[in-house]
């Protein structure tokens, strides 16, 4: 099942803030994937980092043609904001 993304908004934490399309709002540690996978090493660049859109039809999120994340990964390992 997919919970698409409706928004992405970076923080300055390296941090994402995703709200999904069910009002569900999640935050998402980029650095993790960052000293694991090569390929996320750019996104050290807070330009680049800042640079995250959604993607078309909400499957996932993206920097640019190489870096991406799907939105089932997001929603997974987010975790939950609580108020």
Partial sequence: MFIKVKHVEPMQ??????????GV??????????ERIDDFKPLENKI?????KTDM????????DFIDLECTE???N??????
């Avoid at 934490?13 to 069910?22: A, C, I, Y």
């Avoid at 680049?48 to 995250?52: A, E, H, N, P």
């Avoid at 039809?57 to 640019?64: D, H």
Wanted: charged share 25%.
């Fill in 25 to 34: 709002i999640k935050r998402y540690d980029v650095k993790p994937l960052m």
């Fill in 48 to 52: 680049l980092f800042k640079g995250v």
């Fill in 13 to 22: 934490d390296l941090t994402l803030r995703v709200t999904f399309e069910n």
């Fill in 78 to 83: 987010g975790v939950a904001e609580t108020i």
């Fill in 57 to 64: 039809g909400g499957y996932g999120i993206s920097w640019n």
């Fill in 74 to 76: 997001l929603w997974d």
